[in-house]
């Protein structure tokens, strides 16, 4: 939990298991991390939604949304994309070295009042990594929702992230999941086709029905759109912001979004909410 | 509200006394006036209308560690809590501005690095009897007189000045310097009102804030913006300088195997502020910048703890190089609202 002491100062913790999703320069690397400190590792509660600035002391720190759900067991998931220093040295990471967590940042997606409803993921690239527990938390609570559709893609089959997972879903009955990529590939059986074409081709029925999506800028704006003409309202659509972060708990000023801070006020902000916010797909 | 008089012929007792006190006050450096812990035997003047630099950095330095530790280790080592520190001759302006964000160091989660220094610290204010030429405090809720923030105002009434205690630590210091004071009388508080009154029909800047707050999310895609940054280079003194300003940076430092996390002052007018790992800028010109350093200060922060995060004190006005005028904008933005 927030270090209520000092909440700059992060937790040690240990790299227990990793390894890549994805390769080439910017390479996906997932890490499965646990506490050292055992009080802290029982004490720590997060949500699907929320983040947690993860580091190298010496480094720094960035801001990675916790890519597991809290029903998965007493440690946390962070799959990071290598884009500069501090990602850079969480790659050099192997099990048994430390890496440093603060957190949980952020709100969370309200999956408690979403009960008895249908949710609906669209993810894209690296905007799966907050779809996961999403997906997972669902998952393990299957009696409590109406159901549970998945939609996933990338530019190519390598650029999928958890894929020793599609297998498992593809045997889950209750799970409807569908893959893409956007050009076809040899071996490939899924869709091929961008992500908002292949949400027109499912034509979800938006009746009790949530969707939750994350990806690319560019990916977003288009399932919100296409979301719209199926019929969703816009307290029905759920998606995630990002900023350059610093604190995580509103004070270094930098995550703003409008009035709204990233790291307090969302990451996750429903339709309804972001239409008020002038910058939030600046 | 018990109140005190100091004869200037005892001020350089008064500061004596408060020598061993960690005292800080305005002193002119290479980066202009601004406030240093007062050197052994020196004796300040209040000779001054504002220091350069707020005394925001008393409590929030411009750079601060947040931690140590040796490169390689996991151990992590706090810095030592701050003494107390008695702060001389704050303007009610910076004193205002402390008082307004503390909302902010202590909203949800404290601050603790802010937060105990900023109990730690006495400031004691001196009233403005000159105001500046671009002060325009009275417009956005402050006075020459206002105590917001303060412990204890001091008043220069010609010969004396008079000494007003606000919180329980301004009369703490009070009772330690009580053998150099006299009972202030009715005369010296008419004398301290009038003083006000002409202060403040000295102040020739002003703006109509009503409406700013509310109006400004509608002047969102207003080309007001581009007119209004269209001379500015980036550089930053408008905030840096700013004394509700308090956004930073956090990183991390390293000597031989010596390390330390750090925090230091950022601006929002910076390219790097919001500049996404990816290339990707959500603010890429000066014109979204200048609109988010409007909005902050003027409807978020309202939004936020319902209250302006300005003062007045004129320092974007007078240092800006290229004459960029806060005023002026909210003037344009009345204008187009």
Same mark, same amino acid.
């Given at each position: 939990?927030?270090?209520?002491?000092?909440?700059?100062?992060?937790?040690?913790?240990?790299?227990?298991?990793?390894?890549?999703?994805?390769?080439?320069?910017?390479?996906?690397?997932?890490?499965?991390?646990?506490?050292?400190?055992?009080?802290?590792?029982?004490?720590?509660e997060?949500?699907?939604?929320?983040?947690?600035?993860?580091?190298v002391l010496?480094?720094?720190?960035?801001?990675?949304?916790?890519?597991?759900?809290?029903?998965?067991?007493e440690?946390?998931?962070?799959?990071?994309?290598?884009?500069?220093?501090?990602?850079?040295?969480?790659?050099?990471?192997?099990?048994?070295?430390k890496?440093?967590?603060r957190?949980?940042?952020?709100?969370?997606?309200?999956?408690?009042?979403?009960?008895?409803?249908?949710?609906?993921?669209?993810?894209?690239?690296?905007?799966?990594?907050?779809?996961?527990?999403?997906?997972?938390y669902?998952?393990?609570?299957?009696?409590?929702?109406?159901?549970?559709?998945?939609?996933?893609?990338?530019?190519?089959?390598?650029?999928?992230?958890?894929?020793?997972e599609?297998?498992?879903?593809?045997?889950?009955?209750?799970?409807s999941?569908?893959l893409?990529?956007?050009?076809?590939?040899?071996?490939?059986?899924?869709?091929?086709?961008?992500?908002?074409?292949i949400?027109?081709d499912?034509?979800?029925?938006?009746?009790?029905?949530?969707?939750?999506?994350?990806g690319?800028?560019?990916?977003?704006?288009?399932?919100?759109?296409?979301?719209?003409?199926?019929?969703?309202?816009?307290?029905?659509?759920?998606?995630?912001?990002?900023?350059r972060?610093?604190?995580?708990?509103?004070?270094?000023g930098?995550?703003?979004?409008g009035?709204?801070?990233?790291?307090k006020?969302?990451?996750?902000?429903?339709?309804?909410?972001?239409?008020?916010?002038?910058?939030?797909?600046? | 509200?018990?109140?005190?008089?100091l004869?200037?012929?005892?001020?350089?007792?008064?500061?004596?006394?408060?020598?061993?006190?960690?005292?800080?006050?305005?002193?002119?450096?290479?980066?202009?006036?601004?406030?240093?812990?007062?050197?052994?035997?020196?004796?300040?003047?209040?000779?001054?209308?504002?220091?350069?630099?707020p005394?925001?950095?008393? &409590?929030?330095?411009?750079?601060?560690t %947040?931690?140590?530790?040796?490169? @390689?280790? !996991?151990? $992590?080592e *706090?810095?030592?809590?701050?003494?107390?520190?008695?702060?001389?001759?704050v303007?009610?302006?910076?004193?205002?501005?402390?008082?307004?964000?503390?909302e902010?160091?202590?909203?949800?989660?404290?601050?603790?690095?802010?937060?105990?220094?900023?109990?730690?610290?006495v400031?004691?204010?001196?009233?403005?009897n000159?105001?500046?030429?671009?002060?325009?405090?009275?417009?956005?809720?402050?006075?020459? &007189?206002?105590?917001?923030?303060?412990? %204890?105002?001091?008043?220069?009434? @010609?010969? !004396?000045? $008079?000494? *007003?205690?606000?919180?329980?630590?301004?009369?703490?210091?009070?009772?330690?310097?009580?053998?150099?004071?006299?009972?202030?009388d009715?005369?010296?508080?008419?004398?301290?009102?009038?003083?006000?009154?002409?202060?403040?029909?000295?102040?020739?800047?002003?703006?109509?804030?009503?409406?700013?707050?509310?109006?400004?999310?509608?002047?969102?895609?207003?080309?007001?913006?581009?007119?209004?940054?269209?001379?500015?280079?980036?550089?930053?003194?408008?905030?840096?300088?700013?004394?509700?300003?308090?956004?930073?940076?956090?990183?991390?430092?390293?000597?031989?195997?010596?390390?330390r996390?750090?925090?230091?002052?950022?601006?929002?007018?910076?390219?790097?502020?919001?500049?996404?790992?990816?290339?990707?800028n959500?603010?890429?010109?000066?014109?979204?910048?200048?609109?988010?350093?409007?909005?902050?200060?003027?409807?978020?922060y309202?939004?936020?703890?319902?209250?302006?995060?300005?003062?007045?004190?004129?320092?974007?006005?007078?240092?800006?190089?290229?004459?960029?005028?806060?005023?002026?904008?909210?003037?344009?933005v009345?204008?187009?609202?």
């Amino acid at each position: 939990m927030i270090n209520k002491e000092n909440p700059y100062i992060p937790y040690n913790a240990t790299v227990e298991d990793t390894w890549y999703e994805t390769g080439g320069e910017r390479a996906i690397k997932t890490f499965k991390v646990v506490f050292d400190d055992e009080n802290i590792r029982k004490s720590w509660e997060h949500f699907p939604g929320q983040c947690a600035m993860i580091g190298v002391l010496g480094v720094g720190e960035s801001m990675i949304s916790i890519s597991c759900s809290p029903t998965e067991g007493e440690f946390l998931r962070f799959s990071v994309m290598r884009m500069g220093k501090v990602t850079q040295a969480l790659h050099q990471l192997e099990p048994g070295d430390k890496m440093t967590v603060r957190g949980p940042y952020g709100n969370k997606f309200p999956l408690d009042q979403w009960q008895g409803k249908h949710i609906l993921t669209i993810g894209g690239g690296i905007g799966q990594a907050p779809m996961r527990p999403v997906v997972e938390y669902v998952k393990s609570n299957y009696d409590n929702y109406g159901g549970l559709t998945m939609i996933y893609g990338a530019r190519t089959s390598g650029d999928l992230c958890f894929k020793e997972e599609f297998e498992e879903m593809s045997k889950d009955d209750q799970l409807s999941c569908h893959l893409t990529i956007d050009i076809e590939e040899e071996q490939w059986d899924h869709n091929v086709g961008f992500v908002p074409q292949i949400l027109m081709d499912l034509n979800p029925s938006p009746e009790n029905t949530i969707a939750v999506t994350c990806g690319p800028p560019i990916m977003i704006r288009f399932v919100l759109e296409n979301l719209k003409k199926l019929g969703f309202e816009d307290d029905q659509i759920y998606t995630t912001l990002e900023n350059r972060m610093k604190c995580g708990i509103g004070k270094c000023g930098r995550c703003n979004a409008g009035n709204m801070y990233v790291c307090k006020d969302g990451p996750v902000f429903s339709y309804a909410a972001l239409k008020e916010v002038p910058e939030a797909f600046a | 509200m018990s109140a005190m008089l100091l004869n200037k012929e005892k001020w350089s007792d008064f500061v004596g006394m408060l020598a061993g006190k960690n005292l800080w006050a305005p002193r002119e450096s290479d980066e202009g006036l601004r406030f240093v812990p007062v050197a052994e035997g020196e004796v300040p003047t209040l000779d001054y209308n504002n220091t350069r630099v707020p005394p925001k950095e008393a &409590v929030f330095p411009q750079t601060e560690t %947040l931690f140590k530790f040796k490169v @390689g280790g !996991k151990d $992590l080592e *706090e810095p030592r809590p701050d003494q107390d520190a008695v702060l001389l001759g704050v303007r009610p302006c910076d004193a205002r501005a402390m008082h307004i964000i503390d909302e902010l160091f202590s909203w949800d989660e404290d601050d603790p690095y802010y937060l105990k220094r900023r109990e730690k610290t006495v400031l004691v204010g001196l009233a403005c009897n000159e105001p500046g030429l671009n002060c325009f405090c009275t417009s956005v809720g402050g006075g020459p &007189v206002s105590t917001e923030g303060l412990d %204890l105002l001091m008043v220069d009434l @010609g010969e !004396k000045y $008079l000494l *007003e205690e606000v919180t329980e630590k301004g009369s703490a210091l009070i009772d330690e310097v009580k053998e150099l004071l006299e009972e202030a009388d009715d005369n010296s508080s008419k004398q301290k009102d009038k003083l006000a009154d002409e202060a403040a029909g000295k102040i020739k800047r002003s703006i109509e804030t009503e409406g700013i707050p509310a109006g400004l999310p509608g002047l969102w895609e207003d080309e007001l913006w581009q007119r209004v940054s269209a001379s500015c280079i980036g550089c930053g003194t408008c905030t840096f300088l700013c004394p509700t300003c308090h956004c930073f940076d956090i990183q991390d430092e390293t000597e031989g195997f010596e390390a330390r996390r750090c925090r230091m002052w950022d601006s929002c007018m910076f390219r790097e502020y919001t500049l996404h790992t990816s290339g990707h800028n959500p603010r890429p010109t000066r014109s979204e910048r200048t609109r988010n350093r409007i909005n902050h200060k003027y409807s978020y922060y309202v939004d936020k703890f319902e209250v302006i995060a300005c003062v007045g004190c004129g320092r974007c006005i007078n240092l800006c190089p290229v004459n960029i005028d806060i005023l002026d904008i909210l003037g344009q933005v009345k204008e187009e609202i």
